[in-house]
C-alpha cells in the first residue's frame, strides 16, 4: 500500500526553521530516523520511507507554499495515490503551539497552502495533520510571526512534538484517519 504524505513549507534557506516550514521540518526528520535522503524531483523534494509494509512517498513541494496543490496533484497522479492515501502535514495559527490535530477534511481556515490544494483539487476532504505554531504575535504582525524563526524554548519543546507528529504519520499509514484521531488528537 502507498501513500503520500506532504509537507508544506517554502523552499530555500531563508525559510528554514521558521515556523511556516513545520511540515518540511516534521518530513526532514522522518527522512532522517529512517536513514533516507531527499532528492531533486519534478515540483518537490522527494523521499520514500518503508514502515511496516507500507511505502510512504514524502514530498516537501519546491513551488512555495501558494502552489502546494500543483506538486501534490501532480505526485499523487505520478505515485498512482488516491486521496484516502494522502496526508499534509501544516502550520496552524488557531491551534496553541506544539498541539497536534489531524483531520479527515477542513477549510483551509486562511492558509494559502491548503487554499491552492483545496483549488486544485477541487475538494476539502483529504487529510491533514495540524501542527500548532500558537498566535504570539502583535496586531499586523502575522507574516512577521509566520515566517519568523522558532525561539529557543520551543526548539527545545519541538523535538518532542515532530516525533509524536512522525508517530501520527505512520499510524494513519497503518490505521486509517479515524483510528489514529481517536488515539492521538488528545495528546
Not at 502552489?67 to 496552524?92: P, Q, R
Amino acid at each position: 500500500m502507498k501513500y503520500l504524505i506532504v509537507g508544506l513549507g517554502n523552499p530555500g534557506v531563508e525559510y528554514k526553521n521558521t515556523r511556516h516550514n513545520i511540515g518540511f521540518k516534521t518530513l526532514d526528520t522522518l527522512a532522517k530516523v529512517s536513514n533516507v535522503a531527499f532528492n531533486t524531483a519534478k515540483l518537490a523534494e522527494r523521499a520514500v520511507v518503508k514502515h511496516k509494509g507500507r511505502t510512504l512517498v514524502l514530498i516537501k513541494p519546491t513551488t512555495y507554499m501558494n502552489l502546494s496543490g500543483k506538486a501534490m496533484n501532480y505526485w499523487m497522479k505520478k505515485e498512482n495515490v488516491s486521496i484516502e492515501n494522502t496526508l499534509v502535514i501544516t502550520d496552524d495559527l488557531a491551534l496553541p503551539f506544539g498541539k497536534l490535530r489531524l483531520k479527515p477534511k477542513g477549510s483551509p481556515g486562511g492558509h494559502n497552502g491548503l487554499k491552492d490544494i483545496q483549488e486544485v483539487l477541487g475538494t476539502n476532504v483529504y487529510a491533514r495533520l495540524r501542527f500548532g505554531i500558537g498566535d504570539e504575535f502583535s496586531k499586523g504582525k502575522q507574516v512577521d510571526f509566520v515566517l519568523g524563526k522558532w525561539s529557543d524554548s520551543e526548539e527545545e519543546q519541538l523535538v518532542e512534538r515532530i516525533d509524536l507528529a512522525i508517530d501520527i504519520v505512520k499510524a494513519f499509514s497503518t490505521i486509517g484517519v479515524q483510528r489514529t484521531m481517536n488515539d492521538y488528537n488528545s495528546k
